[in-house]
């Protein structure tokens, strides 16, 4: 391993930095919301059959590959053949938009966390406007833009830091923090009157909505798919990369299977923090963007007193989950360059290197920062407007009117879906497996459960993906 490129310092610090990637808003605000527009039990099952079976398969491909190469992910295809460079490519534009949304997010939870800290010491935080206070942040676009500065610019700085010095030691502080809030507001929920109805809402075996014409089982099965490659950070090398920084005596399979485990239990977990809360208030849980904001700020202003102790946690642990995953994100853009850089014999510099693309995607980021989220009468004319495409009416598909929506179709709808797909057909009949399996018992321990590996990464994940992509055709052609 070369250590210029960095390395973990320990497995259990990989551990927090992958379980703190995946682990983020896909977890805590993705999930219950989608979740609550899905039939909540329903998306539950389809939700967890799709980690065991696409999940942790393209997790260890991802990890294995890019272990063995010791590359981020366009090193890692460039190792193979010159022909693969376009997944390098797709996966490092996912990356640009996906961080460029997720940072104007991470932005607003941080206000929100701030607006709560002022709230403790005595101070307005939120302007006057009190539980209206999203619909007036939306169109606050000096206030948007300064907060998505400054998320991108913690970002920036902990990744500047390198491996095991930046994005290892503040995973290892923050996400056993994490848990903690996470267990003490849902304990803190969970004695508010009304709150079970949330868990009979996510724990009832209730399939009703197969049926139901709007949803159907296709619905369910989009959202729960494009839910986990998300929530997974699957399909655009972002644990490729961790996993070239991972050293060879680590035991990959077992790692491959911690992280969606985790994962998932924190999405659950999420889902028993706010659906039962929203339950006990009447606020409903299928508000898209508006229930990580004002349906759960309406929760803990219900609350009475001890709400803004709770509310002020609950948004300190959303910004410490999104942080983490924004990271990884970066790193992914961060390590393309630096493979390349070395790749020509040049001096690889860090931080010169991830300023520079933390810098770009700020820029790529401006409209979902101006759109007031698809909120109409913005500063920045909506996609199809802009782009002049067709409109096709806001039932038809939000990306039509929501900047946010558009970089999320493109990259957690398509881009990342194709790049998991290729990546399990070449694993599975190009290269063929015994490259995971002699990857993976390079450790000393031997590789369970292989032809299970081999099955899935020939014919499960490739059918469940032709799968989604039949779904999404049928969703865009109507
Ligand atoms: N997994 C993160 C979440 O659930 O919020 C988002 C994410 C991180 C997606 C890293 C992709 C990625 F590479």
């Given at each position: 391993?070369?250590?210029?490129?960095?390395?973990?310092?320990?497995?259990?610090?990989?551990?927090?930095?992958?379980?703190?990637?995946?682990?983020?808003?896909?977890?805590i605000w993705?999930?219950?919301?989608?979740?609550?527009?899905?039939?909540?039990?329903?998306?539950?099952?389809?939700?967890?059959?799709?980690?065991?079976?696409?999940?942790?398969?393209?997790?260890?491909?991802?990890?294995?590959?890019?272990?063995?190469?010791?590359?981020?992910?366009?090193?890692?295809?460039?190792?193979?053949?010159?022909?693969?460079?376009?997944?390098?490519?797709?996966?490092?534009?996912?990356?640009?938009?996906?961080?460029?949304?997720?940072?104007?997010?991470?932005?607003?939870v941080?206000r929100y966390a701030v607006g709560y800290f002022l709230q403790l010491?005595?101070?307005d935080g939120f302007?006057?406007q009190g539980t209206g206070f999203f619909?007036?942040?939306?169109?606050?676009?000096?206030?948007?833009?300064?907060?998505?500065?400054?998320?991108?610019?913690?970002?920036?700085?902990?990744?500047?830091?390198?491996?095991?010095?930046?994005?290892?030691?503040?995973?290892?502080?923050?996400?056993?923090?994490?848990?903690?809030i996470l267990?003490f507001v849902i304990i803190y929920v969970a004695i508010q009157?009304g709150a079970?109805?949330g868990?009979?809402?996510?724990?009832?075996?209730?399939?009703?909505?197969?049926?139901?014409?709007?949803?159907?089982?296709?619905?369910?099965?989009?959202?729960?798919?494009?839910?986990?490659?998300?929530?997974?950070?699957?399909?655009?090398?972002?644990?490729?990369?961790?996993?070239?920084?991972?050293?060879?005596?680590?035991?990959?399979?077992?790692?491959?299977?911690?992280?969606?485990?985790?994962?998932?239990?924190?999405?659950?977990?999420?889902?028993?923090a706010v659906m039962p809360a929203c339950a006990a208030f009447g606020v409903?849980?299928?508000r898209?963007?508006g229930l990580l904001f004002a349906s759960m700020q309406t929760v803990f202003d219900n609350m009475g007193g001890f709400g803004t102790v709770v509310g002020f946690l609950f948004y300190f642990l959303v910004l410490?989950?999104?942080?983490?995953?924004?990271?990884?994100?970066?790193?992914?853009?961060?390590?393309?360059?630096?493979?390349?850089?070395?790749?020509?014999?040049?001096?690889?510099?860090?931080?010169?290197?991830?300023?520079?693309?933390?810098?770009?995607?700020?820029?790529?980021?401006?409209?979902?920062?101006?759109?007031?989220?698809?909120?109409?009468?913005?500063?920045?004319?909506?996609?199809?407007?802009?782009?002049?495409?067709?409109?096709?009416?806001?039932?038809?598909?939000?990306?039509?009117?929501?900047?946010?929506?558009?970089?999320?179709?493109?990259?957690?709808?398509?881009?990342?879906?194709?790049?998991?797909?290729?990546?399990?057909?070449?694993?599975?009949?190009?290269?063929?497996?015994?490259?995971?399996?002699?990857?993976?018992?390079?450790?000393?321990?031997?590789?369970?459960?292989?032809?299970?590996?081999?099955?899935?990464?020939?014919?499960?994940?490739?059918?469940?993906?032709?799968?989604?992509?039949?779904?999404?055709?049928?969703?865009?052609?109507?």
């Open positions: 391993m070369d250590n210029k490129r960095g390395q973990w310092g320990s497995n259990f610090g990989f551990l927090m930095a992958a379980v703190g990637s995946a682990v983020g808003l896909g977890n993705g999930f219950p919301y989608k979740m609550g527009k899905t039939g909540g039990f329903a998306f539950l099952l389809i939700y967890l059959a799709l980690v065991l079976l696409v999940g942790i398969i393209v997790m260890l491909g991802e990890l294995a590959l890019g272990r063995k190469t010791g590359k981020g992910v366009m090193g890692t295809y460039l190792e193979f053949s010159k022909k693969y460079s376009w997944l390098g490519y797709m996966s490092v534009i996912s990356g640009f938009l996906i961080l460029s949304f997720y940072s104007v997010l991470g932005g607003m941080l010491i005595g101070l302007a006057g619909g007036y942040l939306l169109y606050d676009y000096k206030g948007i833009l300064l907060f998505y500065a400054l998320f991108m610019i913690i970002t920036v700085l902990i990744v500047m830091g390198g491996i095991e010095k930046g994005i290892e030691r503040f995973s290892s502080i923050a996400m056993p923090a994490l848990f903690c267990v009157p079970i109805d868990y009979k809402f996510m724990f009832m075996p209730d399939l009703s909505v197969f049926s139901d014409p709007q949803i159907g089982f296709f619905g369910v099965f989009k959202a729960a798919a494009g839910q986990m490659f998300f929530s997974l950070s699957l399909g655009m090398g972002c644990m490729m990369t961790y996993g070239s920084y991972l050293s060879k005596n680590e035991h990959l399979q077992r790692n491959s299977i911690i992280i969606p485990f985790a994962d998932s239990i924190v999405a659950v977990m999420a889902g028993m409903e849980y299928n898209g963007p410490i989950a999104a942080i983490t995953s924004s990271i990884s994100i970066l790193e992914v853009c961060t390590a393309f360059q630096i493979d390349k850089d070395m790749a020509k014999g040049k001096e690889p510099n860090r931080k010169k290197v991830s300023l520079i693309y933390a810098a770009i995607i700020f820029v790529f980021g401006l409209p979902v920062a101006l759109d007031a989220l698809g909120s109409g009468n913005a500063l920045i004319k909506a996609p199809y407007e802009l782009l002049g495409f067709e409109y096709k009416g806001p039932g038809f598909a939000m990306w039509n009117d929501c900047w946010l929506d558009l970089y999320d179709l493109i990259a957690e709808g398509i881009l990342m879906p194709i790049g998991a797909l290729v990546m399990s057909v070449l694993i599975g009949w190009v290269w063929k497996t015994t490259i995971i399996k002699d990857e993976c018992e390079k450790s000393g321990d031997k590789f369970k459960a292989y032809k299970y590996y081999d099955f899935c990464f020939k014919f499960v994940v490739p059918v469940i993906m032709a799968f989604i992509f039949y779904a999404q055709l049928v969703d865009f052609f109507g």
